[in-house]
């Protein structure tokens, strides 16, 4: 069983469409995150939710809305798309603190916006 | 705020010999973890070695060893008798804490090849 699993894996669209990567984590973990990896590999958190709160927002353009229906659960949708959110976008998900490295992460979701 | 600093953007090593990966980090925070990260090719993330702040020992598993030295601010992975299968891109991160919530800042990573 995946621990944490993204769908799609890869997703190519058009400027200006409306997309969702989906997020589930079957660990029991309390914590979710968005992480982005730009094209020089540079990972950055975008988001991060506890128990179905949000909880970290970075400076973020509000095109991308996180939703976590449950805690197993983060979706992120995102409107408008442009050029420059090509990017590989990985979930992750940790128990409430990090302690040993517990941050588990899914295989990402390759977006290119075309 | 927390900071992670990786200067080497490539090494290269001989299969079966060491190799040190530099990381060096800032934080005001008296209590820290410290975490190397490998992503091989295919995209994954693969949870390596962690170090704790307070740790008295540096952290050791299997092939993976970090040398941290807490004075000088830095947590370098060394991987002995390297593989070809070692070949990825490597990254340091720092546990930081925002919001009652703790994330992980990433340096910008390292890419290694391993030659045969």
């Known amino acids: 069983d995946t621990a944490v699993s993204q769908t799609p894996k890869y997703l190519v669209t058009q400027m200006g469409n409306d997309k969702s990567i989906k997020c589930e984590q079957n660990l029991g973990h309390d914590t979710m995150y968005w992480y982005k990896q730009d094209s020089k590999k540079f990972l950055k958190i975008m988001f991060s939710y506890n128990n179905k709160e949000l909880i970290i927002n970075e400076t973020v353009p509000n095109r991308f809305s996180p939703k976590s229906p449950d805690k197993a659960h983060l979706n992120l949708h995102i409107n408008s798309l442009e050029l420059g959110d090509s990017a590989v976008y990985f979930c992750?998900?940790?128990?409430?603190?990090?302690?040993?490295?517990?941050?588990?992460f899914g295989e990402g979701s390759r977006l290119t916006v075309l | 705020a927390q900071k992670i600093t990786q200067t080497q953007p490539g090494m290269f090593v001989q299969e079966k010999e060491a190799v040190t990966l530099d990381c060096t980090y800032d934080t005001s925070d008296p209590s820290y973890g410290l975490f190397w990260y490998k992503q091989p090719s295919s995209g994954e993330m693969i949870f390596l070695i962690y170090?704790?702040?307070?740790?008295?020992q540096n952290a050791t598993e299997g092939r993976y060893s970090l040398n941290f030295q807490k004075a000088r601010k830095s947590a370098n992975l060394v991987i002995s008798a390297s593989q070809l299968g070692d070949s990825a891109m490597y990254f340091c991160a720092m546990r930081g804490t925002q919001g009652g919530s703790e994330k992980l800042v990433f340096g910008k990573g390292t890419k290694l090849t391993v030659n045969p």
């Open positions: 170090q704790g702040s307070y740790d008295q």
């Open positions: 992750a998900s940790s128990p409430h603190q990090i302690n040993t490295g517990e941050l588990f």
